[in-house]
């Protein structure tokens, strides 16, 4: 985790100074963390909710990374749509966790195969330290295959 989490000081340092961390992964899970802080406060005494955004995504986005550096292709990723849903305050340590199964290396086949870009959906989940569901994020990814 330390080299993913070095990875986050360098290209992602708001998530970075914000708290978030890997905390596990694997070729089809993967869960992040953050832990209420100073500096990822809001004004009720919760964590923002652009800070359990980001960690929400981390646990998604890395899953897409793994998975494009294991095809050896040139492919680029992008969040084109998202949405969440907070059912109780974020306080504590949040972790959020995404499953994304075979979903993942069937659109990046797909969109070597046709040289289109592909859309898919992923879902994250953050729960606190009781496992009550905190808040609920889905993202809209897009892939496509670089041009040479």
């Known amino acids: ?8 000081f360098f290209r992602l340092p708001s998530a970075f100074w914000s708290g978030v961390r ?9 869960q992040t963390k953050v832990k209420l802080n100073w500096f990822n406060t809001n004004p009720f005494g919760s964590i923002f909710w652009a800070v359990q955004g980001m960690a929400a995504e981390l646990s998604t986005g890395i899953l897409i990374m793994k998975e494009i ?16 849903s907070f059912s109780k305050k974020a306080k504590g340590k949040i972790l959020f966790s995404c499953e994304a199964k075979d979903l993942i290396k069937k659109a990046l086949e797909e969109t ?3 040289k289109e870009g592909v859309t898919f959906w992923l879902h994250s989940t953050g729960v606190d330290s009781a496992n009550d569901l905190v808040s609920s994020f889905e993202f809209q990814w897009s892939i496509k295959l670089k041009s040479p």
């Open 22 to 30: 890997f905390f596990s992964l694997s070729d089809t899970y993967a």
């Open 112 to 114: 070597i195969a046709t």
């Open 1 to 8: 985790m330390f080299k993913l989490n070095t990875f986050l």
């Open 69 to 84: 550096r294991r095809s050896g292709k040139s492919i680029s990723m992008l969040v084109i749509q998202n949405k969440a």
